[in-house]
């Protein structure tokens, strides 16, 4: 089975900065595709930052210019580098992979982990 574990989380206040972290079984490199979201209490899950095999990465317009969103294929591993964190971000965050095989997609998700971004 694939599994996803997230650590990282935690309280910070605004302007601080944290390093989430998803390890995944077996090897990263097998998924097209992989992306950290988010949901705040109340709200719909969101996605945050995607990476694919290639390493181009995208981001949500709230998160630009302070996410950063990479990958490790030796440690299998993906990260999310959280700067200037705003009380906006605070959420439970989850690690998402995606792979495509035979002509069908495959979605795994991780437990989350919480992030709370207050004074």
């Known amino acids: 089975q694939v599994q996803l574990v997230e650590s990282g989380g935690g309280l910070v206040q605004p302007g601080g900065s944290l390093r989430l972290s998803c390890a995944a079984s077996?090897?990263?490199?097998?998924?097209?595709?992989m992306a950290w979201y988010r949901q705040a209490p109340g709200k719909e899950r969101e996605l945050v930052a995607t990476?694919?095999?290639?390493?181009?990465?995208n981001y949500a317009d709230s998160v630009k210019g302070r996410f950063t969103i990479s990958r490790d294929n030796a440690k299998n591993t993906v990260y999310l580098q959280m700067n200037n964190l705003e009380p906006e971000d605070t959420a439970v965050y989850y690690c998402?992979?995606?792979?495509?095989?035979?002509?069908?997609?495959?979605?795994?998700w991780g437990q989350g982990t919480r992030v709370t971004v207050s004074s």
């Open positions: 998402n992979a995606k792979r495509f095989v035979d002509l069908r997609w495959y979605t795994y």
């Open positions: 990476v694919t095999r290639g390493d181009p990465t």
């Open positions: 077996g090897t990263i490199f097998s998924f097209d595709l």
